[in-house]
Every structure is written in C-alpha cells, then in structure tokens.
T-cell receptor, first 115, second 111 residues
C-alpha cells in the first residue's frame, strides 16, 4: 500500500531534550516536506527536500533541522525543543516535475507536546 | 511568507445544501489544490488544478482555478454528513518550490 508513515504518533517531552520524528514513504517520491499545523494558522511548511541531499527552508524553519540521506526517509530533528514547538506535525511527499507531481500525500501526523 | 486567505472560516449548513468556499493569494500560483482533513488524520487530496480557468469535478465537488491565477473556488453540492471536516486550499507559486496552505474552512453538516 502506498503510504507515508510517521513515528511516533504522539510524543510528550521536556524543554531542551533533543528529539527526532521519522518520516518514510514507499512511493519513490523525490519531494518530501514537513509541516506544522496550529489552530487558526493552517499548515505551515517547515522544510522541504527536492531529492536526496537537497533540502531547503520553508516558511517556519527556526528551531528545526532535517536530513535527506535516502530517498524514502526525511527525519525532522528538534535539537532543543521549546514549548512554542508544541504542535501537530505532518510529513508529506510527492513527485514534482510532472502534472501530478504537486499533489502531496500526507502522513497521519505526530502530535508533539513540549513541557 | 506567502499568505493564502481562505473564507469562510467556518460553515454550518443543513444536509442537502450546497457549499462554496474560496481562497485568494497575494501572488500568482501555478497550481491550486484542495484538501480535506478529518479529525485525527492527515489532509487528503480532493482536487488538483493546473491551468487558469480550469474547472474540475470529483463527484459532488467542483473546483476552479481563477482566471487571475490568484484565486480558487471549491463547491460541494447536496452536502451529506460525511462532508464534515476541515477543507484547505493549497498552492504552488510560479517561483520557488514551497507550498502554501490556507487557514482552512471548517464545515459542519446538520442532518
């Protein structure tokens, strides 16, 4: 089954404790992206990657890091989480450059709480 | 960053009524997408639009890519209870590789 998976689905942590949220897709998509969703703000793009070893900042990259060492994986790293990073996070992937390439498929979400 | 203004913010309608929502951007977009999000899940793509003026249907849903390329519209005809959810517009500007999402329209259908 074609899908985007994220782990963990729920995470409660404390300020300053480094964490990683994993994202994996099995559709051989080049484009992968991370979003955060906050009430009243919709989804805001954190980072995206056009392909392996190519990453770029989205609208709200501060406090986050990403890496793209393999095509299927795109982990989101919070080196020193703060309470304002409490949010619902979504990973997405798509194959750009074709008519259907802009259509992103989303993972199930990771709800992060930073105390 | 880019602003996508989506309206209305929320809608409460009777089952069977038609629904309209729209999205406007401050710059020209190459792609307009409409997503629906159910509680506790990720957004799911409903309709994708790639050309100014394009009108595309998916069952009871119809979306249009505005002629100015700065707006898009989604209509749902004869609403049913399972239409409940949050609808998001999203788009890809003609420069750069970022995606932008609207703030969402929360739809409640009263049986």
């Amino acid at each position: 089954e074609a899908q985007v998976t994220q782990n963990p689905r729920y995470l409660i942590t404390v300020t300053g404790k480094k964490l990683t949220v994993t994202c994996s897709q099995n559709m051989n998509h080049e484009y992968m992206s991370w979003y955060r969703q906050d009430p009243g703000l919709g989804l805001r793009q954190i980072y995206y990657s056009m392909n392996v070893e190519v990453t770029d900042k989205g609208d709200v990259p501060e406090g986050y890091k990403v890496s793209r060492k393999e095509k299927r994986n795109f982990p989101l790293i919070l080196e020193s989480p703060s309470p304002n990073q409490t949010s619902l996070y979504f990973c997405a992937s798509s194959r750009p450059g074709t008519r259907w390439g802009n259509e992103q498929f989303f993972g199930p979400g990771t709800r992060l709480t930073v105390l | 960053g880019q602003q996508l203004n989506q309206s209305p913010q929320s809608m409460f309608i009777q089952e069977g009524e038609d629904v309209s929502m729209n999205c406007t951007s401050s710059s020209i977009f190459n792609t307009w997408l409409w997503y629906k999000q159910d509680p506790g899940e990720g957004p799911v793509l409903l309709i994708a639009l790639y050309k100014a003026g394009e009108l595309t249907s998916n069952g009871r849903l119809t979306a249009q890519f505005g002629i100015t390329r700065k707006d898009s519209f989604l209509n749902i005809s004869a609403s049913i209870p399972s239409d409940v959810g949050i609808y998001f517009c999203a788009g890809h500007p003609n420069t750069g590789n970022q995606f932008y999402f609207g703030t969402g329209t929360s739809l409640t259908v009263i049986p």
